[in-house]
């Protein structure tokens, strides 16, 4: 079993920042991989971005070049960085760890995003 806990959402202008936190606690290590997924008002939730035990990362061609996901093994935290926000950015963001041999999905309770124009 894994627990996720999202942080760091907020309202922020178009063309402005924020760095969105997800600390994993519970058996984390057999963790396969660990995303940020985000789901608009009316629409489906969709991947934004991914990063496996090994460190590779990959990213929705809607945000390729605004985010970045990392992570810090230390605090079982990984992170979105998200630059150039545009309202279409607008969403809850929840973070999913894939988890174990079942790859089973933990989700986090979400956090809220709003980008104004």
């Known amino acids: 079993q894994v627990q996720l806990v999202e942080s760091g959402g907020g309202l922020v202008q178009a063309g402005g920042s924020l760095r969105l936190s997800c600390v994993a606690s519970?058996?984390?290590?057999?963790?396969?991989?660990m995303a940020w997924y985000r789901q608009a008002p009316g629409k489906r939730r969709e991947l934004v971005a991914t990063?496996?035990?090994?460190?590779?990362?990959t990213y929705a061609d809607s945000v390729k070049g605004r985010f970045t996901i990392s992570r810090d093994a230390a605090k079982n935290t990984v992170y979105l960085q998200m630059n150039s926000l545009e309202p279409e950015d607008t969403a809850v963001y929840y973070c999913?760890?894939?988890?174990?041999?079942?790859?089973?999905?933990?989700w986090g309770q979400g956090t809220q995003v709003t980008v104004s124009s």
């Open positions: 519970g058996s984390i290590s057999i963790i396969n991989a």
């Open positions: 990063i496996t035990s090994g460190a590779t990362t």
């Open positions: 999913n760890a894939n988890w174990g041999h079942s790859r089973i999905n933990f």
